[in-house]
């Protein structure tokens, strides 16, 4: 869905998602996310033991990892307001 609630005043937003549906299209960027095959993750099984699992295939194009991707686009920003603060 487009951005709502404080979002809405936002001059910039950010979207990610797998697919370009209508819901990402209010968003100023949209990053693509991986689908669950190209995630490395864990889950808790049925004794209650954690089960690891890695990626069945590789990310197609630029996907990554919603962590990956803000570290991406923040990353320059950060590095902005510390080259700031020095002046």
């Given at each position: 869905?487009?951005?709502?609630?404080?979002?809405k005043l936002a001059k910039?937003?950010?979207?990610?998602?797998?697919?370009?549906k209508e819901e990402?299209?209010?968003y100023?960027?949209?990053?693509p996310?991986?689908?669950?095959?190209?995630?490395?993750?864990?889950f808790v099984n049925h004794?209650?033991?954690?089960?690891?699992?890695q990626a069945s295939i590789p990310p197609v194009g630029m996907?990554?990892?919603?962590k990956m991707a803000l570290s991406a686009v923040l990353e320059p920003a950060k590095n902005k307001?510390?080259?700031r603060a020095h002046i």
């Open positions: 869905r487009p951005p709502y609630g404080l979002a910039k937003s950010i979207g990610m998602g797998l697919f370009l990402l299209l209010g100023t960027f949209i990053l996310g991986p689908s669950t095959y190209e995630k490395a993750g864990s004794q209650g033991k954690r089960q690891n699992f996907s990554r990892p919603l307001e510390v080259a």
